[in-house]
């Protein structure tokens, strides 16, 4: 195998589907796996090693539910022809699921395959451009630094330009969405500009682009960089009346008040014109995949 096989493979990843639901459980996984080959730690990783890590990986960066699955992913990339799997055996119960119970109490391993683990080891920079393709095909570029922070790879967020056939993002949707909101925030209306250049005004997609959420201005937003990025972990949301929902797990000092929590159930600032408010369809999956808080 050589670098450009296994990114293929890493962009094939057979992720678990089920309508537009996100499944960020491989992709988080494998970021962990990366870490531990960045710091020589050996190829094999016990599940009660990671158990807990990557259970936190999946509540912070996946969507909420009542309960995080660790063993699957473990199990389950088996699938994918990168992740090695020695020994298989008591592993499913008779029902055929993954017994999370047996695999910490027998120190059970898995991790990359020697050939995948012998090819990283030997070219650090793929490392990185794996880890990028990871996270630029599961996650929002706001995320991306938070991510790698948390798995523990340290270097900085650098676009890739992969040669992995991917959707491209319509150019113009930027300009469009600043434009439907009178290039102000639609939450705080922040505006400043450098002579006619905006500044720290983005347009953010309420329903990911990763996820399929379209380059229309009924998907976007024109957000400040902080409450682009509060959209995008979860900390906010916006409701079905277009009213912005605080998280009851956000909380903090200094601008907390001021910047967050002062927003709670005021109207969004309205678009120029009707058709661009957000759609239902997509302030509707945001909350189910990424808000993290109670809703409704």
Known sequence: MNAQELLTRIASLNVWKKGDQRAPHKPLL?????ARINTDQPRLIPFSAIEGKLAKLLEDFGPSRASYYPELPFWHLQSDQI???????????QSGSVSRKYLRDHQVQAGFTQEVYDLLKATPDLIEQAAMQLLEENFPPSMHQDILDEVGLDFEVIPQYSTQKRARRDPTFRRRVLEAYDYRCAICSFSVRMENTPIALEAAHIKWFQAGGPDIESNGLALCSLHHKLLDRGALAISNEHKIVVSEKANGHGGFQDWVLNFHG?????????AYAPKLEFTDWHIREVFQGKYG
Do not use: E, G, I
Not at 83 to 93: G, I, R, Y
Not at 266 to 274: G, T
């Open 30 to 34: 494998l970021l962990l796996a990366l």
């Open 83 to 93: 992740w090695d799997f020695p020994h298989t055996a008591d592993v499913l119960t």
């Open 266 to 274: 005021k109207l969004l600032l309205k678009p120029r014109q009707l």
